[in-house]
Nanobody, 124 residues
């Protein structure tokens, strides 16, 4: 079993920054691919960013490339999503997800473990 707990959401103004954290427990952290997804009201859950098991590879959605950075701290069993230059369209519930994958995948169905989500609201 894997447990994921997100934190760091809240309300910011457009152009500001925010960092989300995803604390992972229950299984060897280094064996997991971890992804961040988001879901706005009335939309499907979409891939935001992912990081491979040893952190040597990352992947980003085009909409966040150059603004968001995903990273992992093996000592703290935590994955971070640094979000800069936030826009109102970034407003959503953000989820972290994990699974024993070989490669990063953008498909939510491929991740077996999910956190409860954290709300990010960006005002204009």
């Amino acid at each position: 079993q894997v447990q994921l707990v997100e934190s760091g959401g809240g309300l910011v103004q457009a152009g500001e920054s925010m960092r989300l954290s995803c604390a992972v427990s229950g299984r060897t952290f280094s064996a997991l691919v971890v992804g961040w997804f988001r879901q706005a009201p009335g939309t499907e859950r979409e891939f935001v960013a992912g990081i491979r098991r040893n952190g040597d590879r990352t992947m980003y959605a085009e909409s966040v490339k150059g603004r968001f950075t995903i990273s992992r701290d093996l000592a703290k069993n935590t994955v971070y999503l640094q979000m800069n230059s936030l826009k109102p369209e970034d407003t959503a519930v953000y989820y972290c997800a994990a699974d024993l994958l070989i490669a990063i995948t953008t498909m939510a169905a491929n991740y077996h473990y999910w956190g409860q989500g954290t709300q990010v609201t960006v005002s204009s």
